[in-house]
């Protein structure tokens, strides 16, 4: 069983930036992509970024591209989402997940991760 805690949440203005960490207790074959995916009150999840441990595989959804950035600490089990220029729809609960690799198809899927983290809120007031 393997645990993830996000943190890092917090209200800016529109055009700050934040750092999300999401650490994991320890990683598996079952955790080789870390994702990220956020969700807007009254809105469905959606997927935010993905990141995977043994290689520079990444993937963003097109509306953080230029903006998001991913990085990783392999030593402290550990994945950073960088959250530039933000905006107010940005504002959301940020969930950290981890699951197989399963083809950079599956990055995107809410259904190829296997554990979540607890979510982290983020605001943005404009």
């Known amino acids: 069983q393997v645990q993830l805690a996000e943190s890092g949440g917090g209200l800016v203005q529109a055009g700050d930036s934040l750092r999300l960490t999401c650490a994991a207790s320890?990683?598996?074959?079952?955790?080789?992509?870390m994702g990220w995916f956020r969700q807007a009150p009254g809105k469905n999840r959606e997927f935010v970024g993905a990141i995977k441990w043994s290689d520079d595989s990444i993937s963003f959804a097109d509306s953080v591209k230029g903006r998001f950035t991913l990085s990783r600490d392999n030593a402290a089990n550990t994945v950073y989402l960088q959250m530039n220029n933000l905006k107010s729809e940005d504002t959301a609960v940020y969930y950290c997940a981890a699951g197989p690799n399963r083809g950079s198809y599956f990055f995107s899927k809410e259904s190829a991760y296997i554990y979540w983290g607890q979510g982290a809120q983020v605001t943005v007031s404009s």
């Open positions: 320890g990683r598996t074959p079952s955790t080789s992509v």
